[in-house]
């Protein structure tokens, strides 16, 4: 990302502080949905969040809309609540000046042409983007489900892989 910032601003150093200049994100945590098992060793919750994402393309700043949903297992440990598992989900990336289901449609497009670039790796256990083409949200098999209330871990599921 350096690389193609001081290719824009060549006034910008060439540090390792500077490594990830130009990015910026916010995601907030929105819709908190939290079970506590009876047992009280450990609990579940989903958080929906949208937010942008701010990077530097090739040739210009790029700003992008993000919607995903963070679904987390959480353990007790010493008394001390910690994340166990934790399991984000692209639900929506497009463009700010896009709508969601054009940017969809594009990068299906994208995808069928042999002579275009593969995208980039994504650091998401599952990535449900909106597809036209499929059932999307919480109709999708593997979209995480809402915790229900439970005893004790080994009788529910895991947010984990």
Known sequence: MLERAVAMFPDIPR??????????????????YIV???????????????GFVTVIGDKNVEAMWMWER?????IKESGKWKIWHFCAMIQMATPYEKSWAVSAVEKR?????????KEP???V???LAYDPRKLCGPCTPNFPEQP??????????????
């Open 109 to 117: 497009e994208m995808k069928m042409d042999p002579n275009a670039e």
């Open 36 to 50: 506590v098992a009876g047992d009280g060793q450990t609990a579940k919750g989903t958080w929906e969040s949208p």
């Open 70 to 74: 963070f679904a987390v297992d959480f």
């Open 148 to 161: 229900v209330p439970y005893e004790t871990f080994s009788e529910t599921f895991t947010y984990g892989l």
């Open 121 to 123: 790796a994504v650091s």
């Open 125 to 127: 256990i599952r990535n």
């Open 15 to 32: 540090t390792k502080e500077n490594e990830m200049v130009g990015y910026m994100k916010m995601h907030t945590n929105c819709t908190p």
